[in-house]
Nanobody
Framework: QVRLVESGGDLVQPGGSLRLSCAAS????????MSWYRQAPGKGRDLVAS????????KYADSVKGRFTISRDNAKNTVYLQMSSLKSEDTAVYYC????????WGQGTQVTVSS
């Protein structure tokens, strides 16, 4: 079955960096675009970034452009989100999602930006 497992969330100070990982299994990873979403307390789940199946095309929410980078390693069935210059408003649970006719989500990883 499709499985997505996020990791790498942590407590970090403003201005710091983190790299999130999402390990995928149960499907042909290199055939699917992938995305990262986040959900802050009391808010809806918002798209952060997406990447095409071969990694050639990426898109970002305006709020993270220039600070976050999405990438993937199809040999390792893993998608990454490199986050830098973190702000308190980046605090959220971060989820990865397989883009397709059926949505599959991971369980999420908590990122807290606080001094």
């Amino acid at each position: 079955q499709v499985r997505l497992v996020e990791s790498g969330g942590d407590l970090v100070q403003p201005g710091g960096s983190l790299r999130l990982s999402c390990a995928a299994s149960g499907f042909t990873f290199n055939m699917y675009a992938m995305s990262w979403y986040r959900q802050a307390p009391g808010k809806g789940r918002d798209l952060v970034a997406s990447i095409s199946s071969n990694g050639d095309s990426t898109k970002y929410a305006d709020s993270v452009k220039g600070r976050f980078t999405i990438s993937r390693d199809n040999a390792k069935n893993t998608v990454y989100l490199q986050m830098s210059s973190l702000k308190s408003e980046d605090t959220a649970v971060y989820y990865c999602k397989r883009i397709g006719l059926i949505d599959y989500w991971g369980q999420g990883t908590q990122v807290t930006v606080s001094s």
